[in-house]
């Protein structure tokens, strides 16, 4: 919380005066009404010896005027819990801008995260942006709940899994308690059908449509890749391949969601030529050399949201 908050003051000042130099470039073309607030996936974080999980996003969107906040939350347990922990950050970044709502954008497992928020404190929330989200659950997590053993009798996958989100935990200074096995459990297809029922907000009732693009006052918004192998040189790439052997063959997928299943409110995209490391721009930016760069992806939603007046 501590290394968060000071991640907030910083990004707050650096907002302020890159804001400044760029009048005479192009004033405000990222520059929401509402602070944005990231929110990590699966095994993610802020940032840990100065690599940050959203490779030189906070950085592009605050070059033009944008209010950004990085957030954590446990790398690995269930939607509702990280939620749970990801509200008192938002009510503290409220009270530092003196914001009324906050733009929140959610990667993996981080847009059911945030829709939660969304759900139980639509007060909180101007709107919510979910990338290569888990909205319907993934056949990944189908395969690896099968192994996983239970709550009483964690397989040896679920304990070296608990111990890495551990790690990420206390290096990245969160502190929160990490279960893996809530977590996948959330994502099989079964227990993402029981949160939709009760989280509904933007939730496509047709199988690869758009949901709703307003619920209870807040905004819904989502993209995806729908590509495995993007760059040779890019060690992700060949994790992507590894997890999208569980998908039947042809469903499009970035990897770790099918492409359909990641819709949410208004679809941007669903077929961007990226995997699911390639959407937050890792691994350190390396992406496919002749597709859309995902600082640019999130610089034009970003100036999506200021016209649309969040």
């Given at each position: 919380m501590k290394k968060y908050l000071l991640t907030a003051v910083v990004a707050a000042t650096m907002s302020a005066e890159v804001s400044a130099m760029s009048e005479t470039v192009e004033t405000g073309y990222t520059e929401t009404k509402y602070p944005i607030v990231l929110a990590h996936g699966l095994f993610g974080f802020d940032e840990i010896l100065g690599v940050d999980y959203w490779n030189r996003v906070p950085e592009t969107l605050q070059e033009d005027g944008?209010?950004?906040?990085?957030?954590?939350?446990?790398a690995a347990n269930s939607p509702e819990i990280r939620g749970e922990q990801l509200i008192p950050q938002i009510e503290e970044i409220l009270a530092i801008t003196g914001a009324e709502k906050v733009n929140l954008i959610g990667h993996s497992h981080g847009g059911p995260t945030t829709r939660y928020v969304a759900s139980v404190r639509p007060d909180l929330v101007a709107s919510v942006t979910s990338i290569g989200g888990v909205n319907k659950g993934t056949p990944v997590a189908e395969g690896v709940n099968g192994i996983s053993g239970s709550p009483e009798n964690p397989s040896l996958v679920t304990n070296l899994g608990n111990a890495l989100a551990t790690v990420i935990d206390f290096v990245s200074g969160g502190g929160y308690e990490q279960d893996l096995a809530a977590s996948v459990g959330s994502m099989t297809f079964a227990e993402a059908e029981r949160f939709n029922e009760q989280h509904p907000g933007g939730v496509p009732e047709t199988t690869c449509g758009e949901g709703e693009y307003e619920y209870q006052g807040v905004?819904?918004?989502?993209?995806?890749?729908?590509?495995?192998?993007?760059?040779?040189?890019?060690?992700?790439?060949?994790?992507?391949?590894?997890?999208?052997?569980?998908?039947?063959?042809?469903?499009?997928n970035d990897g770790l969601v099918g492409a359909c299943s990641t819709n949410l409110g208004m679809v941007i995209r669903n077929d961007f030529k990226m995997n699911h490391f390639d959407e937050v721009n890792q691994l350190l930016g390396l992406h496919g050399l002749n597709e859309t760069d995902p600082l640019t992806v999130f610089r034009t939603h970003a100036h999506r949201l200021k016209r649309h007046g969040l």
């Open positions: 944008a209010d950004v906040y990085l957030t954590q939350v446990a905004r819904y918004y989502s993209w995806t890749g729908s590509q495995v192998l993007t760059n040779a040189l890019d060690p992700f790439d060949y994790v992507s391949a590894a997890a999208s052997l569980f998908f039947p063959a042809g469903e499009a």
